[in-house]
């Protein structure tokens, strides 16, 4: 059994875009991407199924995509995402209530948890792409953990709002294709914040400690990503169960393995209705063992790469 090698751009929430953010410009893009499109059918049914897998920060020169996506985009009645992030984005009541959830208890401090050179040194990192804010010491294991993940994608010139999804929504909204919300922020952020504060501890030193190599391998896997070449990023980002730890398995069972799960079968259900589906989630999320393409496969679907 594979498991997830990195945590990078699994989740890029969206509490961390308004500091991964830079304005999209028109680019004559001459080194066109080519990433990974796989077409689901099935026997029985005429319809089909686009699993697009999703990075959610990127640069300018990702853009545009190819015409085989544009055009399985366009040849689908539903946009499939993990949440309408655009929506939540507008959303700051929303916003404030489940950033609430990464407050520490009884005013305690980052500094309750970590080492103060583990601190300072994350407090570099951060300073390094985004000024960093005092209030952040407030903030629980886990949501530092973050903002150390999202040091990293400014780090590599990444960002958000020219994430794959992002502009997939926006396109959807533009044309009023229908949209499928797959989960929620508020699940997400209640999966998180579900994590005991020992391993949330463990996470953020595991961040602070491998910031380089994160970053490296990020620059590696965003560079594949726009190659499509489905084994080098299977082999970059899943290694054997047996070389991770425990940490490690747990957050992939509960970040990756249950909610691809859940994921399949409300594609799965929405499939039925005989209509063109374009689903576009992490890419952790589609290739890979217990990634949804192969999962479907194994139920009898038919997966075919189109590129």
């Known amino acids: 059994m594979k498991k997830i090698k990195y945590l990078m751009l699994l989740l890029a929430f969206v509490f961390l875009t308004s500091g991964c953010t830079k304005k999209q410009e028109e680019v004559k893009n001459q080194n066109p991407s080519t990433p990974l499109l796989l077409e689901v059918t099935k026997e029985d049914q005429t319809n089909k199924m686009y699993l697009f897998g999703s990075i959610h920060a990127a640069e300018d020169t990702m853009y545009p ?8 985009y366009k040849n689908s009645k539903i946009l499939a995402v ?8 507008k959303d700051t009541t929303a916003q404030t209530e489940l950033l609430s959830k990464f407050i520490n208890p009884d005013g305690k401090l980052i500094t309750d948890y970590i080492e103060e050179e583990l601190y300072e040194k994350a407090v570099k990192i951060i300073n390094n792409v985004t000024p960093y804010n005092q209030l952040y010491d407030y903030y629980n294991p886990m949501m530092f ?15 958000s709002n020219l994430g794959i999804d992002t502009y997939l929504l ?23 914040t579900s994590f005991d504060i020992k391993m949330q501890t463990y996470l953020l030193e595991q961040s602070i400690n491998k910031y380089e190599e994160s970053k490296t ?24 169960e047996e070389e991770t730890d425990e940490y490690v398995k747990k957050y992939n069972d509960q970040l990756i393995t249950k909610r691809n799960k859940n994921m399949m ?37 038919i997966i075919k790469i189109i590129q």
């Open 170 to 192: 926006e396109l959807a909204k533009k044309d009023q294709k229908e949209i499928l919300e797959l989960e929620s922020a508020e699940f997400q952020y209640d999966m998180l």
């Open 265 to 301: 079968k409300s594609l799965k259900k929405e499939f039925i209705s005989n209509k063109n589906i374009f689903c576009t989630v992490g890419l952790a999320h589609i290739i890979g063992e217990d990634g949804i393409a192969s999962q479907l496969e194994k139920e009898g679907y």
């Open 217 to 240: 391998n990020l620059k590696k896997l965003y560079d594949l990503y726009k190659k499509g070449d489905k084994k080098q990023l299977e082999k970059l980002m899943f290694t054997d």
């Open 145 to 159: 953990q973050m903002l150390i993940e999202n040091a990293t994608m400014l780090d590599n010139k990444l960002f």
């Open 65 to 72: 995509l190819p015409d085989y996506v544009i055009d399985a």
């Open 82 to 89: 993990e949440f309408d992030l655009i929506d939540f984005q």
